[in-house]
């Protein structure tokens, strides 16, 4: 061969061999500067249990995204050699009974990323189970020993009758004992393998975006413990041997009454009126359409003499008020609600020899500061404007939610 070929030949490949390095790093450069990323799927099956043959399951993609903002398509695979419609969402009937995986793939400009979820199908004529709260057993009479309302829900009272003076602020909680013993299995050769409580269903508390399904306490039986006054709405959920599950929800009533007694309020002096101030709590949420309140009424009573019984000057009228206010005295915010001014003395005896100061606060007066649970402290003043001291015989705060 000639030696000029040869060495024509030998160039041309080491020519050859650099282009193609060269290519092959303008291609891993292209590949870093470029944006492009894989979508993220999120696959949702609805029913999230067991179903049955011959039932719709619904399936959904909502929640998948691109986070470059691409085009995204879908396909489905139901697993039993169906493929569903390439929409966001689609339906399947399964005709028999087994597991079946599902696959969906979303793609988007350069990338298919799958998910598989597997779904149980049992025989159409499957027994399934029933969830049940037990509450009758659960309904305190109140304080004053009045039997509960009737209604299907759980009610627990909170009674402090003895409160001493120095508790100008109510700070009680209470144990809801939760009882799903009525449940039952489907029939005799199924049983309850798992009992879930959500105790708060209008929050959010593990983040999936659902607010009724997560689990505060299992068992078929379970203590909710420091527990406020308030209106709370719980689930049950259970699950079978089968994998079915059902849920039933109920709610949960916690009332209060509080009693002080046999204090003395000073008179008007060079300080201004004599006041003492008690702090109460209010429970209110937002966990119905048609409800953004849930206390029905706090009812506030002072039970005083009529006459001072060491008065020097003046009458020697006791005259004693009540100001409500909506919220606590350190809020920057708080507004005066309702007060007892507007009463004549007359108006406020109540026997022989007492006067009583009251107010009934009901659900529009409170405001309502955020959506979902919310509790705060609120305010009430005994207010002496008189200049002898008085001295009190009963002073009753009573929160009732049922």
């Given at each position: ?16 061999t650099a282009c193609l ?92 990323v799958c998910e598989d ?128 599950t059902d849920s039933t ?154």
């Amino acid at each position: 061969m000639d030696k000029r070929a040869l060495q024509f030949m030998r160039r041309a490949t080491v020519l050859l061999t650099a282009c193609l390095f060269l290519a092959t790093a303008l291609a891993g450069c292209l590949e870093t500067l470029s944006s492009d990323s894989p979508p993220t799927v999120s696959m949702n099956v609805s029913p999230s249990g067991t179903v049955k043959v011959g039932d719709t399951v619904q399936f959904s993609a909502t929640g998948s995204n691109d986070p470059d903002g691409d085009p995204m398509s879908y396909t489905w695979d139901f697993g039993d050699g169906n493929l569903g419609d390439p929409s966001l969402t689609t339906s399947h009937i399964y005709n028999s009974q087994g597991t079946f995986t599902v696959t969906l793939c979303v793609s988007s400009t350069d990338f298919e990323v799958c998910e598989d979820r597997d779904v149980i199908v049992a025989a159409a004529d499957a027994a399934e189970p029933t969830a049940s709260i037990v509450y009758e057993q659960y309904k305190d009479s109140d304080c004053l020993g009045d039997d509960a309302p009737a209604g299907t829900f759980i009610l627990a009272w909170i009674c402090e009758e003895e409160m001493d003076t120095s508790d100008e602020s109510i700070d009680a909680t209470t144990t809801i004992q939760l009882d799903g013993s009525d449940s039952s299995a489907g029939d005799a050769s199924t049983y309850i393998t798992d009992y879930s409580w959500d105790l708060d269903n209008y929050i959010d508390s593990d983040g999936d975006g659902i607010t009724d399904n997560d689990v505060d306490r299992t068992g078929e039986n379970a203590e909710w413990t420091n527990v406020w006054p308030g209106e709370y709405e719980i689930k049950l959920t259970i699950t079978d041997n089968q994998g079915f599950t059902d849920s039933t929800n109920m709610d949960v009533f916690v009332n209060y009454r509080g009693v002080w007694a046999e204090f003395t309020i000073d008179g008007n002096g060079s300080s201004g009126p004599g006041t003492v101030t008690f702090e109460y709590p209010v429970t209110y949420q937002k966990q119905h359409s048609s409800q953004t309140h849930s206390i029905r009424y706090v009812n506030i009573e002072a039970t005083y003499p009529q006459e001072d019984d060491d008065w020097a000057v003046g009458s020697g009228q006791n005259r004693l008020d009540l100001y409500a206010f909506n919220g606590s005295q350190s809020d920057s915010d708080t507004e005066e609600m309702l007060n007892t001014t507007h009463l004549n003395d007359a108006d406020m005896d109540c026997g022989d020899e007492d006067r009583c100061a009251q107010l009934t606060l009901r659900t529009t007066q409170f405001r309502n500061f955020n959506d979902g649970e919310f509790t705060m402290m609120w305010t009430v003043d005994l207010v002496n404007e008189k200049f002898t001291d008085a001295t009190v015989k009963s002073f009753v705060i009573s929160l009732e939610y049922k």
